[in-house]
C-alpha cells in the first residue's frame, strides 16, 4: 500500500529531486532503485519478518524503511538516543536479526548478536533496474514497530499497519491541503511517530521534495529554509524555541513557510509568541501519540487557535471521559479516548498493555487530560497520572508552567505534585533560568500569582535548576522530578 506511491512517482517525474540531505540530493529514480536493490538484499539477508533500522533522519533512512516494507517485511526504526540497555531490550522484543545502519552508529549494536548492514558499503543499484514486483500485503498487516521512548520504564513495540499509516497520512494531508509542490524540512528523528509520518511518509504520498538534516542545528534548519524555500517543517517545541534565540534572523528567512508544525510535547504559550514576533509566522500545534502514528489533532494554516491542537483529522472520533469512563459535558476536562484509522493494532508481545490501553469497541486510552470546546477544538490540559489533588482540588500541572512561563526570565518550567501531610500533594516547581538571566523561587511564585492562579496552586517550593531531565525525544522525565523530591524528603 505505501510503497507503490513512491515508484509511481519514480514513473511519472524520475529525474525530480526526491530527498536532499547531508550527503547530497536523490531523484525518484535514484530512490526507486535504491529501495528495489536493499528490498533484494535484505530478502536474501534475513527470514525473519523485521528488519531493525538505525539511521538518522536521510534518504539512507527512506530507502531503508521502503525497502524493508518491498521485501514484505515489517520495519522497526530504533531510538538511536536510547542507551544500550534499551536499545538491546527493543532489538530482543522485536525478534529481528538483520539492523541497517552506519558506522558512526554501529556502536551501539557492537555486543548484540546481529546481522549488521552497512549502508554504506553496498553498492550503487543502477537507475535501470527493472520495476519490483510488490508483495501480496494485507492492510491489516503491520508496516512498522515503533518503540515509545520509555517515559515510564521500557519502552513498548506500537504495531501500526499498512491501514493505519495510510489512513493517518491521507487524513493528515488533507487537514492542512498539503500538495506535491510544497517542500517539506525533516529535522525529527524518523524513529519518531511526527517524523515518520510528517516528514517522510507524507512527502512520498505526495511526490513532494523531502530536505533532511541528520543533528538538529538552529544555524542549519534557518539556512536550509531560506536556501530550499521550505514550505512544510515538523519540529517539537525546544527546536522552535532556539530558532527564537537565533540574534541575526528575521521574517525574510522564513518567507516561505506555509505550515511550521509543532508537536512532541505542549507548545509554551511563550514560545509560540515570541516565534510569531520574531518571524511573523504563527506555529501550528498538533497532537498525537506513538500509539496513533502521529497527529490526530492539528492547527491548520485555514483553521487555527492558538492554545488549543486543533480540530480532530477526518475518522477520527474523539471521547473526553471522567474517572468512571463517563462522557463529560463539553468544555469539561476528562482522559481523551481516541478512536479511528490510526489507532494502534496493540503492543508487540504485551496482551496485557493493550487490553489495558484500548476498550473493546476500539477507543485508545491516552492517559492525557484535555476538553473540547464548542467549536469542536481539542485542548491539552495534562497527564492524567501527573493530575495534582491538593485537599480535593485538581491542579493541572500545564496550567500552572503557562502561569510561571510569564516570567520572562525563565526558559522552561515543570510541575510535579510532591505528598503533604496536609493537603495530600502540593505543587512543586523546577524552573531553568534563560543564559545570563538569574531567577529567585520568590519571583516565580510572585509570576504565578499576577496570573489570577487560585493560591493553593502557586507552587509550594521552587526549585531553580541547570536542566530538567529529558527522554531521548525533548519530553520532561517528570517521573524523575518526583522521585528526586522523593529522595529528599
Given amino acids: 500500500m505505501l510503497v507503490e506511491a513512491l515508484f509511481a512517482h519514480a514513473d511519472k517525474h524520475p529525474t525530480d529531486v526526491a530527498i536532499i540531505d547531508d550527503r547530497g540530493s536523490m531523484t525518484w529514480q535514484q530512490l526507486a532503485a535504491s529501495v528495489a536493490g536493499l528490498a533484494m538484499y535484505l530478502s536474501q539477508q534475513t527470514t525473519q519478518s523485521r528488519v531493525g533500522i538505525l539511521l538518522p533522519a536521510s534518504a539512507g533512512f527512506v530507502a531503508s524503511f521502503y525497502g524493508t516494507l518491498l521485501a514484505g ?57 527493472v520495476r519490483p514486483k510488490f508483495p501480496q500485503t494485507s492492510p491489516t498487516d503491520v508496516a512498522t514497530v ?29 487537514s492542512a491541503q498539503l500538495k506535491g509542490q510544497h517542500k517539506f524540512l525533516g529535522i525529527i528523528p524518523l524513529f519518531h511517530s511526527t517524523g515518520l509520518l510528517a516528514t517522510m511518509i507524507a512527502p512520498i504520498r505526495l511526490g513532494a521534495t523531502t530536505v533532511y538534516i541528520g543533528r538538529f542545528s538552529p544555524v542549519a534548519t534557518l539556512n536550509a529554509i531560506r536556501e530550499h524555500k521550505i514550505s512544510v517543517m515538523a519540529a517539537v517545541p525546544s527546536m ?24 512532541g510535547e505542549p507548545l509554551p504559550q511563550a514560545i509560540r509568541e515570541a516565534f510569531l514576533a520574531k518571524f511573523g509566522k504563527q506555529l501550528y500545534e498538533g497532537y498525537g501519540l506513538t500509539e496513533t502514528c502521529g497527529p490526530i489533532a492539528v492547527n491548520v494554516p485555514h483553521a487555527v487557535k492558538p492554545g488549543s491542537v486543533g480540530k480532530p483529522i477526518s475518522g477520527v472520533e474523539i471521547k473526553v471521559v471522567d474517572d468512571d469512563n463517563k462522557p463529560v459535558a463539553q468544555g469539561e476536562t476528562g482522559e481523551i479516548w481516541i478512536k479511528g484509522p490510526p489507532v494502534m493494532k496493540g503492543y508487540l508481545n504485551n496482551t496485557e498493555a493493550t487490553g489495558q490501553a484500548l476498550t473493546a469497541d476500539g477507543f485508545f486510552k491516552s492517559g492525557d487530560l484535555g476538553k473540547l470546546d464548542t467549536d469542536g477544538y481539542l485542548h491539552i490540559t495534562g497527564r492524567k497520572k501527573e493530575l495534582i489533588i491538593s485537599a480535593g482540588e485538581k491542579a493541572f500541572p500545564r496550567e500552572i508552567e503557562d502561569a510561571i512561563m510569564t516570567l520572562g526570565t525563565i526558559a522552561e518550567a515543570a510541575v510535579v505534585g510532591k505528598k503533604d501531610d496536609l493537603r495530600g500533594e502540593v505543587p512543586v516547581a523546577f524552573v531553568v533560568p534563560k543564559e545570563g538571566q538569574t531567577v529567585t523561587s520568590e519571583q516565580v511564585r510572585e509570576a504565578a500569582r499576577a496570573t489570577g492562579l487560585a493560591q493553593w496552586k502557586v507552587p509550594k517550593e521552587v526549585f531553580i535548576t541547570t536542566e530538567l531531565p529529558k527522554s531521548p525525544t525533548g519530553k520532561v522525565l517528570k517521573r524523575l522530578l518526583v522521585e528526586k523530591l522523593n529522595a529528599t524528603s
Avoid at 540497555?85 to 532489538?91: F, L, P, T
Avoid at 518503540?147 to 491521507?170: E, F, R
Fill in 240 to 263: 522552535y524555541g532556539a530558532l527564537v534565540r537565533l540574534k541575526e534572523a528575521g521574517p525574510a528567512d522564513v518567507e516561505s513557510l506555509y505550515a511550521p508544525l509543532s508537536g
Fill in 146 to 174: 515503533l518503540y515509545t521512548s520509555g517515559t515510564s520504564g521500557m519502552p513498548k513495540g506500537v504495531m501500526l499497519t499498512h491501514a493505519t499509516l495510510q489512513g493517518d497520512v491521507d487524513a493528515c494531508i488533507e
Fill in 73 to 129: 517485511k515489517t520495519a522497526v526504526p530504533l531510538n538511536f538516543l536510547l542507551g544500550e540497555k534499551e536499545v538491546a531490550h527493543c532489538i530482543t522484543d522485536s525478534g529481528v536479526d538483520t539492523i541497517v545502519t552506519i558506522p558512526l552508529l554501529a556502536g551501539k549494536l557492537k555486543d548484540a548478536p546481529l546481522k549488521v548492514v552497512d549502508l554504506t558499503a553496498l553498492p550503487p543499484v543502477p537507475t535501470s533496474a
